[in-house]
């Protein structure tokens, strides 16, 4: 079925070029360059795939664009610009970006996400969100015994903005008073998260919590119930980004066989 499927596709796409072909102006010279009609051909589809309608209009219009193009390579050459050694530099990059680029592409056809797997890591992710959203503050400080210091405040009913406002090391937060913005236990690092999901309501930790930024009190503002978008509404983000863990992966796996050598 695979095989009989590939043969319809390229079918179609000879059929699609052959029909082009036909009102495609044919090859012209530049002073003594020639502009193929492949040439045109391959820029007309590259702007209908813009979404730009694919008429004789059009690629005329690209045949235009290709002649004022050689056009001016002609002249850069004449002025030397093609001996530029950063020009050499810039030529090796955008060739390496462009064999890259289709490698990727063809990588993706050769190795499609399957429905399975897209709706397995679907359900993996929304379960790691959970099914709520949570509104924390916290006072960030730099030893666990100011932090004590400071719960023991909050329990004889110090006010918890005030006392952000006055001693978290958290610039981003001070002038909120500690206040973080809404998201899932999956947006808050470890054991940050874990803290959160604890508390009710109102309530504040009342124990320092360690992190790598330090010491947290934390105090949960609010919370909601999380409404996660559905399956049709990020599958394409989901297959692109299993997708790139995928190729992740494949490099992981060239560096592991590949000689580097770093120069001296």
Known sequence: MRRHLSVSIATSLIFSAAAWA?????????????????????????????GLANTPELREQVREYLINRVLLEQEA????????????????????????????????IEHPISEEELRKEYDRQRAELGDKEYLPSHILVDDREEALKIIAQLNQGA???????????DDATRKHGGGLQWSSKAGFIEPFAEAIVKLKKGEHTQ????????????KLDDERP?????????RVKLTE????????????????KAEIK???
């Open 207 to 218: 124990q320092p919590v360690k992190t790598e930024h330090g010491w947290h009190v934390i």
């Open 159 to 169: 006010d918890f903005r005030e006392i952000a406002q006055q001693k978290t090391k």
């Open 226 to 234: 999380l409404v996660p978008p559905s399956f049709e509404q990020v």
């Open 241 to 256: 980004v299993m997708h790139r863990d995928r190729i992740d992966k494949y490099i992981e796996t060239l560096r592991s």
């Open 22 to 50: 036909g009102d495609t102006p044919g090859a012209v010279t530049v002073n003594g360059q020639t502009i193929t009609r492949t040439h045109i051909e391959f820029v007309a589809m590259s702007k209908a795939k813009e």
């Open 77 to 108: 050459k004449k002025q030397g610009i093609d001996k530029l050694p950063e020009l050499k530099t810039e030529i090796e990059l955008a060739t390496q970006a462009l064999l890259v680029a289709k490698f990727i592409e063809r990588y993706k």
């Open 262 to 264: 770093s120069g001296e």
